[in-house]
């Protein structure tokens, strides 16, 4: 687990994580160690000991497909080391013993795709409105 101070589970930081074993039978389902966005508020990453959390992928695969509930990362805009996409279908819950160590944090514009990604992702904004 990482060790420093629960305060500094901060949202829209970027971690890196390990989200378990690589099971090639899982589909697209975003395992192993990666990066990820924390997506909860600051008040449960501070006391709970779980975090919801954004996988990113570099993947290829996942650049070319560009769903309303992807956000682009890249070093331009971002801490990044490589074009890479947090996917906001995928959101999961993680127990802090699952995080390695703070990569980065997202900037505000950022932070604002990422709100519209989760929010198309859980209903709570109508897509076709938006479009």
């Known amino acids: 687990m990482f060790k420093e101070d629960s305060k500094s589970f901060k949202r829209g930081s970027v971690w890196l994580v390990n989200l378990g074993e690589v099971n090639t039978k899982s ?8 990066p990820v966005i924390l997506a909860g508020n600051n008040v449960g990453n501070t006391y709970a000991n779980i975090l919801s959390v954004i996988p990113i992928s570099s993947s ?22 490589m074009n890479s996409v947090a996917m906001a279908e995928q959101t999961v819950v993680i127990s802090k013993d699952q995080v390695i160590e703070k990569l ?6 950022l932070m604002t795709k990422v709100d519209i990604a989760i929010a198309i992702q859980f209903g709570l904004l109508n897509l076709a409105r938006v479009m």
């Open 27 to 34: 589909g697209s389902v975003q395992m192993g160690k990666r």
């Open 104 to 109: 980065f944090e997202l900037d505000d514009e």
């Open 60 to 81: 290829s695969n996942k650049l070319r497909k560009s769903l309303p509930t992807h956000v682009q990362l890249t070093p331009e805009n971002s801490g990044i080391k």
